[in-house]
């Protein structure tokens, strides 16, 4: 294959679009451009999943369930973490290159035919993600899949994504994320979610905060659809911490589903796995249950790379995506619960646009209980808080002068903190990367991690 085709190619071409954070809130441009296309939003059932936390390890489950019951499956979720075609998966793996590039150059002439209208009406074109969502629904009718699991990007209700129509609409927890775009309340935010919920469908939600849940609940009811919560219609009925993961019995809209295996580690992940059973039980007709044996099967085979996911042992080092207050509370939790460490090495990267200090608060009371000590580093992404305005930001804070450590490469960050977690004579000192998507990506990719 000719370089002038391949992915890099293609990615680069995307890239020199506006970028992910400068969102266009719209849905003409891609109605249009589906339009032109023959509509491949309706060439597949959606189960589409939105929320604030959750919704990529949602997905992946939700995914897992309809794989075990011998369904063709597309899956679109954001953002990467090693390679753009992990953002478009069929049959849990990422498209492959040839098919990406082949797709994206079929559709490359009718998305100028959408830019130049735009550009007529003094509208900026295409964006990268608009672009790469038009990219994904072409991909997944091409194939044809039987059934799409798509992610939303950002918010809901003028999301790119929110150009499909979903059959089962899922909203992982709400909290505060991105409040200069959606929101400062979580029920300003609910708003924005409820835009995925739509005539002919079914919503599925986790427990969420009460003005959120009330604004779910309303919009449900406007527009005519069935509607259960977790912790009311569904939810965790016990779980307990195994190897590897955790057994979970999970009652469901249609049965109880005793002792799952989920291989990914703490109570969020719980949840969110009750969340993907009801919405595959919504998917199949509300009052059947599910096949057990089928859902074990799922459930054992399920990943989620970059969340609490082990890259290496001795010490032990983990990363975990959590780039938000609430990410950062559940992360800290589950790690306690689920890794006896002595000492925990935290190296911590945030982007710009996230609330830092209130994530610095968080983790500083999450790890109270902890012996711990910190390293500020920063990502290669441009939008990366620097290092030493981290560290100044913690001392702030409280953090003890004494535990925090600043470097602005990563690989120097990681060094620093497996030295630091191999001082404790017992060997079980341990590291966790957290904080930006980007960090653990690199994070990822320098322990050897190429594909997610």
Known sequence: MSDEFSVESVY?????????????????????????????????????????????????????????HGLSTGRYTSPHLSKVTERISIDGEPVSDETFVRIWDEIRPYLEIVDNELTAEGQPRLTYFECLTILGFAVFADQPVNVAVIEVGLGGITDATNVGDGLVSVITPISL??????????????????????????????????????????????????????????????????????????????????????????????????????????????????????????????????????????????????????GIRVSAEALQEAFSFSKLVVVLGILQEKDAEEILRQLKDSLEDVPAEFCFTQSNSPRAIPAEELGELALDLGFGEDLVHTAEKLDDALEWAVERAESNDDLAGGVLVTGSITLVAEARILLGKSEA
Request: glycine share 8%; charged share 25%.
């Open 177 to 326: 994320d991105h409040t200069d775009l959606l929101g400062d309340t979580t029920e300003d935010i609910a708003h924005e979610k409820a835009g995925i919920i739509k005539p002919g469908g079914f919503l599925v939600s986790a427990a969420q905060p009460v003005d959120a849940a009330q604004v779910l609940l309303e919009k449900a009811k406007e527009v005519g659809v069935p509607f259960r919560f977790e912790g009311v219609e569904f939810g965790v009925e016990s779980r307990t911490v195994a190897v590897g993961g955790q057994m979970v019995t999970i009652q469901g809209l249609a049965d109880r589903y005793e002792d799952l295996l989920v291989p990914l580690h703490g109570a969020h992940q719980a949840e969110n796995a009750a969340v993907a059973v009801a919405a595959l039980e919504a998917f199949f007709g509300a009052d059947k249950p599910l096949n057990p044996e089928v859902l074990q099967e799922a459930f054992a085979a399920v990943t989620s790379p970059g969340r609490l996911e082990v890259l290496r042992t001795a010490p032990t080092i983990v990363v975990d995506a959590a780039h938000n207050p609430e």
């Open 12 to 68: 680069a071409e995307l890239l020199g679009r506006a970028p992910e954070n400068k969102m266009e809130p719209r849905l003409a441009p891609l109605r249009r451009a589906m339009d032109i296309l023959g509509e491949p939003n309706k060439a597949f059932p959606i189960i589409h999943v939105t929320g604030t936390n959750g919704k990529t390890s949602t997905a992946r489950m939700i995914e897992a369930g309809l794989r075990a």
